[in-house]
C-alpha cells in the first residue's frame, strides 16, 4: 500500500516561499511520475505540476511557471514543490500523486495514488 504524506504547508505573507515535500512509503516510487495538485473551496482540483521519474521533464500550470519547481530526490523517494514569490491566489489545500505511466495526468482521480493533502495560505 502506497502512502503520501504531504508536509511544509502553512500561512506565509504575500512574496514569500514555501517548500512543500512529500514522502512516500510503501514501495519505491523511483519509476512512477509524481505531481502536484491543489483546491480552494468550491473549485475542482487543478494541476499545479509533475515531474517523469528520472526528474528530466517537468510540466507546470500556466498559474505558477517560472515561480513553481517541482523536483524528486528518488533516494528519499520524496518529490518537491519550491513554491517562491506567493501570492494570495495560491492559497489552497496542496496534494501529491503518483503514477506508474509515463505523461502528466491533468486530472486527479486519475493518478493511482493520492496524499491527504497540506494546506497554505497566502495573505496580503
Known amino acids: 500500500q502506497v502512502q503520501l504524506v504531504e508536509s511544509g504547508g502553512g500561512l506565509v505573507q504575500a512574496g514569500d516561499s514555501l517548500r512543500l515535500s512529500c514522502a512516500a512509503s510503501?514501495?519505491?516510487?523511483?519509476?512512477?511520475?509524481m505531481g502536484w495538485f491543489r483546491q480552494v473551496p468550491g473549485k475542482e482540483r487543478e494541476f499545479v505540476a509533475g515531474i517523469d521519474y528520472r526528474g528530466g521533464s517537468t510540466h507546470y500550470a500556466d498559474s505558477v511557471k517560472g515561480r513553481f519547481s517541482i523536483s524528486r530526490d528518488n533516494a528519499k523517494n520524496t518529490v518537491y514543490l519550491q513554491m517562491n514569490s506567493l501570492e494570495p491566489e495560491d492559497t489552497a489545500v496542496y496534494y501529491c500523486?503518483?503514477?506508474?505511466?509515463?505523461?502528466?495526468?491533468?486530472?486527479?482521480?486519475?493518478?493511482?495514488?493520492r496524499g491527504q493533502g497540506t494546506q497554505v495560505t497566502v495573505s496580503t
Open positions: 500523486v503518483a503514477d506508474p505511466a509515463q505523461g502528466f495526468l491533468l486530472r486527479f482521480n486519475l493518478w493511482d495514488h
Open positions: 510503501g514501495r519505491t516510487l523511483s519509476t512512477y511520475t
